[in-house]
């Protein structure tokens, strides 16, 4: 029996609602998703590699679905191909998000034809949302309820040395 294996790469700090979505639809196009965490050096991670890996697995644990949560830090498509791999799974949210991704699946396609990749555009009401906006609103004090789920929240607020209720917007 052959199992269709998608590689969904990123740096996930911190996994955003935006991420949460694509898994969930994409865990439907395979009977497994590999979720590969990376570290990215023109990033400055707010997260350690170990804790984004216990974050992720925290978070898709209601998903009723074979995800596996593991870090690389090679060649995407060195890595596809050593977990098995046959697609490789994207979310896009903007036109300057394909850019970049259709020059990546490009590349991709020319070290290995044998290896999809596969883009899903974001839903529409997540697709503003990046990691790298949601650490600079809870940096300056805003509440990133709307971007993240309440476990990440609480995450990012106490890696920032800020209290729960920081930022959050009034309930009345």
Same mark, same amino acid.
């Given at each position: 029996?052959? #199992?269709r294996?998608?590689?969904?790469p990123?740096?996930?700090?911190?996994?955003?609602?935006? #991420?949460?979505d694509?898994?969930r639809?994409?865990?439907?196009?395979?009977?497994?998703?590999?979720?590969?965490v990376?570290t990215?050096?023109s990033?400055?991670?707010?997260?350690?590699?170990?804790?984004?890996?216990a +974050?992720?697995r925290?978070?898709?644990a209601?998903?009723?679905?074979?995800?596996?949560?593991r870090p690389?830090?090679?060649?995407?498509?060195?890595?596809?191909?050593s977990?098995?791999?046959?697609?490789i799974?994207?979310?896009?949210?903007?036109?300057?998000?394909?850019?970049?991704?259709?020059?990546m699946?490009?590349?991709?396609q020319?070290l290995?034809?044998?290896?999809?990749?596969?883009?899903l555009?974001?839903?529409?009401?997540?697709?503003p949302?990046?990691?790298?906006?949601?650490?600079e609103?809870?940096?300056?004090?805003?509440?990133i309820?709307?971007?993240?789920?309440p476990?990440?929240?609480?995450?990012? +607020?106490a890696?920032?040395?800020m209290?729960?209720?920081?930022?959050?917007?009034d309930?009345?």
């Amino acid at each position: 029996m052959v #199992h269709r294996i998608g590689l969904y790469p990123g740096t996930f700090d911190p996994i955003t609602l935006g #991420h949460m979505d694509i898994i969930r639809r994409g865990s439907k196009l395979v009977d497994r998703l590999v979720i590969g965490v990376t570290t990215n050096p023109s990033k400055s991670p707010l997260f350690t590699l170990d804790e984004r890996l216990a +974050m992720i697995r925290r978070e898709c644990a209601g998903i009723d679905a074979e995800i596996d949560v593991r870090p690389f830090d090679s060649l995407l498509i060195d890595y596809a191909r050593s977990v098995g791999a046959s697609l490789i799974l994207r979310g896009l949210r903007a036109v300057a998000d394909f850019e970049y991704e259709y020059q990546m699946a490009g590349m991709n396609q020319y070290l290995d034809a044998s290896i999809e990749t596969v883009f899903l555009m974001a839903d529409v009401a997540l697709q503003p949302i990046a990691s790298r906006l949601v650490k600079e609103i809870a940096g300056l004090g805003g509440d990133i309820g709307k971007f993240v789920s309440p476990g990440v929240r609480t995450d990012v +607020m106490a890696r920032l040395g800020m209290s729960v209720d920081a930022g959050r917007a009034d309930e009345t």
